[in-house]
């Protein structure tokens, strides 16, 4: 994309999060990473009238594995209280999961991570009718206080709710201290911490991420009291044990983030398999019905477990229920209020 249009859709994103005259924006980058998304952005606060500038931290070395939380920022607590006085921050680096991250927002200041590619982004813009949806969805999942899943193919949790907050990602971000991922366009929660029991099948087609790959066959995961218990199946299910065994790390076997997919512009699809291709694989955790379960860390909803060992896996053709009352059936939102134009 030309540096012309990506200033333009990053302007449409400004103007959606709100930002007016005279706000404080910085714009996070590290490296010789998307430096053109911190010219682009700062093209767009400018012609808003807002006070920009781009922190740019040094490069860090590939870590081999996609260790959540753990950013150029810990080091550098100056650069964390710069960002702590900003009205917006703008992350290019991905800071989500990190306690600086935490510490931002505690102090009011709004952040918007944004790390796809310019056509991904440009693809999936904000727009208000996905931000009401998701908000509709978030009400709901903030009220319930059981979450179950099923699948023809065996899948069959619950997810007792009574410890942590529903989050909504609708891709902009206009409230002090709220984070937003552009793009995106879905809910999740947390399960309570010994609450999470029953056996979750992961089917071909399913996503794994970080591995950025389509499931070939079934991995079947056993759930008992929040903890992963037993991982079985073929290839799939080996290499996904290989990977968490890598981290070392036994807060790797907790339940993560859990909720479903909102947005009808991102495509299963569409993702290019392989690892992190320029982006984080944000469009197969949107897509249209998807119900996606995270293992790992469960501190970005406020709970006790950072471990930096965390896969997302959007599910295809899944049921999920609040309180006994559909939200998806068969891969299809269930929900009036939640369904898109197409529908
Ligand atoms: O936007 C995100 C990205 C990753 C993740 O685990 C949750 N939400």
């Known amino acids: 994309m030309d540096q012309f249009s990506f200033t333009e859709i990053c302007l449409h994103q400004l103007k959606m999060s709100g930002v007016h005259e005279g706000e404080k924006l910085i714009v ?46 810990a080091s550098m607590p100056e650069a964390v209280e710069a960002l702590k006085a900003a009205d917006m921050l703008i992350d290019c680096i991905f800071l989500l999961f990190s306690p600086e991250q935490m510490a931002i927002q505690a102090a009011g200041t709004r952040i918007l991570t944004a790390v796809e590619p310019p056509e991904v982004l440009a693809r999936m813009l904000p727009t ?7 908000e509709f969805a978030g009400d709901l999942l903030s009220k319930a206080k059981v ?30 201290g709220r984070w937003d991922h552009w793009p995106s366009g879905f809910v999740f929660t947390g399960g309570d911490d010994d609450g999470v029991d029953g056996t979750i099948v992961v089917a071909p087609g399913d996503i794994l991420l970080p591995q950025n790959i389509y499931v070939r066959d079934p991995i079947t995961y056993t759930i008992e009291k ?88 959007p599910m295809r053709g899944c049921s999920l229920f609040l309180d006994d009352e559909p939200m998806v059936l068969d891969g299809k939102i269930a929900v009036k209020e939640m369904q898109a134009k197409f529908d």
């Open 28 to 73: 996070l980058t590290q490296g010789n990473e998307r430096l053109d998304y911190a010219d682009a952005f700062m093209a767009a606060g400018l012609r808003l009238g807002a006070k920009m500038y781009h922190m740019r931290l040094p490069p860090v070395p590939p870590a081999g594995a996609w260790a959540v939380g753990q950013t150029g920022l």
């Open 128 to 134: 208000k009718e996905l931000r009401e949806r998701v």
């Open 147 to 176: 979450m179950r899943i099923t699948s023809p193919h065996g899948t069959d949790v619950t997810y007792k709710l009574n410890t942590y907050p529903a989050i909504t990602e609708y891709a902009c971000t206009d409230e002090p």
């Open 226 to 313: 929040g903890w992963i218990t037993d991982i079985r199946g073929g290839l799939d299910a080996d290499l996904v044990k290989s990977y968490m065994e890598g981290f070392n790390d036994p807060r790797g076997m907790g339940m993560s983030h859990v909720g479903w997919g909102l947005n009808q512009n991102a495509k299963w699809h569409r993702m290019v398999p392989g690892e992190f291709p320029g982006g984080m694989g944000m469009e197969a955790r949107s897509f249209y019905g998807n119900v996606m379960f995270s293992t790992g860390p469960n501190n970005e909803l406020g709970g006790p477990n950072d471990t930096a060992c965390h896969l997302d896996i």
